[in-house]
């Protein structure tokens, strides 16, 4: 275990909203390449890995209306790391989860977080999975993370995914995989922001599997100054199930997006449904905001925080 700092709660609070290091519930803090502090309870159990970085997260089958806090943070400029996290939640569960990751880089080098999470989730489970990323520091060294998440559930599970990247990640390549049992739905929010040189990929799956199951994307992304984002949402129906991929862009600057959303069905009965649209803000809605006293930076920063809401 490591003390933490100032910087270090800071970065907690920003990523995974834990005031002082903190939160009510089971939390496992990773800091440097260590762990800073852990806490289980009798419902949700963290052990370390044995045979890899990372950890083991079980959730006894029935467990109802607890969080476990999972954050990672750098402060090491140069620190290069792979982590792997698997959940394993018992039937019958509904429970919130919170990760995220930020790096804190004064230095020249590359800091850089890698995270694989796994999640195993039982019949009629519900989770709630919130995920942030954030970069900050003032060293010329860059920031990379590249998250990976595959999820697979059972019959009747649930899982709601909210993703965001605020600020900061010079360079990130994002994979998500679920796979849906009978009956199974999934909903996933991704938020993304990019200025600068930074460069941002999201390449997701979901996987229709199961009679009846169901699956919803929702990607909001502003591009600023030379940044470029490429995002490839793919859903594919084995089975009568319904799938809907919406992708919408704001491109500032000279920014580039590409969206390529895909759809395949394998199934008669199998709806799926895609949506992308990339534009610039609106004149009549900046227009509309200075009238009522913001200037005209105001009126953009307030459209872009709407947006990404």
Same mark, same amino acid.
């Given at each position: ?61 029935? #467990? ?9 943070? !750098?402060? +090491?400029?140069?620190?290069?790391? #792979? ?30 977080? /890698? ?46 995914? /909210? ?13 998500? +995989? ?15 922001? #990019? ?55 704001? !491109? ?11 759809? #395949? ?15 610039? !803000? ?5 227009? +509309? ?21």
């Amino acid at each position: 275990m490591s003390e933490l700092n100032s910087v270090d709660t800071a970065l907690l609070e920003t990523i995974a909203d834990m005031p002082g290091g903190k939160a009510a519930g089971a939390y496992n803090i990773r800091k440097d390449s260590g762990c800073a502090s852990r806490m289980t309870t009798e419902n949700i159990d963290i052990r370390t890995k044995e045979d890899k970085p990372g950890i083991d997260i079980l959730i006894r089958a029935g #467990t109802k209306n607890e969080t476990c806090h999972i954050p990672v943070i !750098i402060t +090491k400029s140069g620190l290069t790391e #792979t982590v792997y996290n698997d959940f394993y939640v018992g039937e019958d569960s509904d429970v919130t989860i919170i990760a995220g990751c930020g790096i804190h880089n004064c230095g020249e080098d590359v800091s850089q977080h /890698d995270g694989v999470h796994t999640f195993h989730i039982g019949k009629r489970a519900r989770v709630a999975y919130v995920e942030k990323h954030y970069g900050e520091g003032d060293g010329s060294g860059r920031n990379v993370m590249n998250p990976q998440t595959v999820v697979y559930l059972e019959e009747g599970a649930f899982f709601k995914m /909210d993703t965001a990247q605020i600020r900061g990640i010079d360079s990130t390549r994002r994979d998500t +995989k679920i796979v849906c049992g009978p009956g199974a739905e999934t909903v996933v929010t991704e938020r993304l922001q #990019t200025h600068g040189e930074q460069q941002a990929e999201s390449n997701m799956e979901i996987v229709l599997d199961g009679p009846d199951s169901r699956g919803r994307v929702i990607s909001r992304s502003v591009a600023q100054e030379h940044s470029r984002q490429i995002f490839y949402p793919r859903m594919t129906g084995n089975a009568k199930c319904f799938g809907h991929v919406q992708c919408d862009s704001i !491109i500032m600057d000279s920014a580039k997006i590409t969206s390529i959303p895909s759809l #395949t069905a394998n199934n008669t009965d199998a709806e799926l449904i895609h949506e992308a649209a990339i534009g610039k !803000i609106a004149g009549d809605q900046l227009l +509309k905001l200075q009238t009522l006293g913001l200037t005209a930076e105001e009126a953009e920063d307030r459209i872009l925080k709407g947006f990404l809401a």
